[in-house]
């Protein structure tokens, strides 16, 4: 409602600025505007001003809507973009001019283009993508994926997996299949993914073929940091400190600095089975524990504050702090039973030997 009025007022305006000058300034829409793809899931949208728009002082600029896969408007004063989005469902877009006056803006009616989907059977395309990167000891980032195939493909379905990065496009050469020798997995041991990069895109493509059926392709973007797993922390080690446990470890083997980790510490208490968790924002942590019991510690890592959080790393190896006193005092026990009996032993023998006559011993012994 308030839009219609701003509208309306607008257009008094207009008119009123430019009836009594009796010149009223048309707007024509953009032509030739066509969309093109560059490169995996980016598409260059590309259109021309109209020949009949007046120059003059206007300001031109141009409005672009993106429909479909996801909307999105913004405006530019180029005659080009280039938008980076799925492109299996198609891909459609409209544009329009728009006119700078003197303070005022005035618009064109809209002209669209689309993308037609690939084509392709119902349910070939792969589901359940997932993907998964590391920062490796070289420095460099390995890419790890894993999909279902579309419940539709038929056995003979060979897919194939392309990953882009910024102007990187490669194939995966190193694919793990299921028991219909189909392509279900795959790895990158190493890629042209720049590891300290903060929120760049990682294009996953998935296409395929058969005897049988066209293969529907499949694209899906990832958040290099979002889908990054990142390494376990390293040189953990703990001790006690009179009544307290000590904990100390270092950073993850990762690109980003000690202050950029967060770290869950895992604590269960063995003798009675209590778990705790708690969440570390340094690499130390002090804590007062009953030192009569035995507890087992595991730390793992995650990124948060210089980019958005990964896959939490694996758990660090079990270490162990503190002695249940329980057993001891069974263990110490025993052992004072065992020396005390050994004693007795020792004492009767060397009795016998001193108290008893030596005539008693030697009918002793003949009798024995
Ligand atoms: C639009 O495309 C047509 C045909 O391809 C061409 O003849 C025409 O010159 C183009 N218009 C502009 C303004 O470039
Ligand atoms: C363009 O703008 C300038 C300054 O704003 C003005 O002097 C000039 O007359 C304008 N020209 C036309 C063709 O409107
Ligand atoms: C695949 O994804 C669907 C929907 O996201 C989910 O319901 C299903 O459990 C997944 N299948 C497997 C085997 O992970
Ligand atoms: C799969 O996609 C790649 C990259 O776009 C393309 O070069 C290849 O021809 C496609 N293969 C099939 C079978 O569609
Ligand atoms: C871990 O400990 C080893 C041996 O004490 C040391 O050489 C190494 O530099 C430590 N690593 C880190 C990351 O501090």
């Not at 973009?81 to 009616?109: K, P, Y």
């Not at 108290?355 to 002793?364: C, E, G, N």
């Amino acid at each position: 409602m308030m839009r219609v009025c701003l509208i309306l007022l607008w257009t008094m305006i207009v008119v009123q600025l430019h009836v009594p000058q009796g010149k009223a300034v048309q707007v024509f829409p953009p032509v030739n505007f066509t969309l093109t793809v560059s490169a995996l899931a980016r598409v260059l949208l590309r259109w021309k001003p109209n020949p009949n728009q007046e120059q003059k002082n206007y300001t031109i600029r141009y409005d672009v809507k993106i429909l479909a896969p996801v909307s999105e408007e913004y405006d530019t004063k180029k005659t080009h973009s280039f938008q980076t989005a799925v492109l299996h469902n198609g891909f459609s877009a409209h544009i329009r001019t728009l006119l700078f006056h003197n303070g005022l803006q005035m618009t064109s009616d809209w002209v669209t283009a689309e993308l037609q989907p690939p084509p392709g059977a119902a349910n070939t395309a792969v589901t359940n993508l997932s993907c998964a990167t590391q920062f490796t000891i070289f420095s460099t980032v390995s890419l790890h994926c894993t999909w279902l195939p579309g419940k539709g493909a038929p056995e003979d379905t060979k897919y194939f997996l392309f990953y882009r990065y910024e102007t990187c496009t490669e194939e995966c050469q190193d694919y793990i299949k299921d028991k219909w020798n189909r392509n279900i997995e795959c790895r990158f041991s190493v890629t042209h993914i720049i590891p300290d990069e903060i929120d760049k895109l990682i294009v996953i493509h998935i296409n395929g073929s058969s005897k049988y059926a066209a293969i529907r392709p499949f694209q899906q973007l990832f958040n290099q940091n979002a889908i990054e797993k990142v390494n376990v922390p390293r040189n953990v080690s703990v001790f006690l400190e009179q009544n307290d446990l000590l904990a100390t470890w270092e950073k993850p083997i990762s690109p980003f600095s000690k202050e950029c980790f967060e770290y869950e510490f895992y604590l269960i208490n063995l003798k009675t089975g209590n778990e705790q968790i708690w969440n570390i924002y340094s690499n130390e942590f002090r804590l007062r524990i009953d030192v009569t019991c035995k507890y087992s510690i595991q730390i793992r890592a995650n990124h948060h504050i210089c980019c958005r959080r990964g896959f939490w790393s694996d758990w660090s190896e079990i270490l162990y702090v503190g002695e249940n006193k329980q057993e001891n005092f069974i263990a110490w026990i025993l052992a004072v039973l065992c020396v005390s009996m050994c004693a007795t032993i020792v004492l009767v023998g060397i009795i016998c030997k001193i108290v008893l006559p030596k005539k008693t011993r030697t009918i002793l012994r003949a009798s024995l």
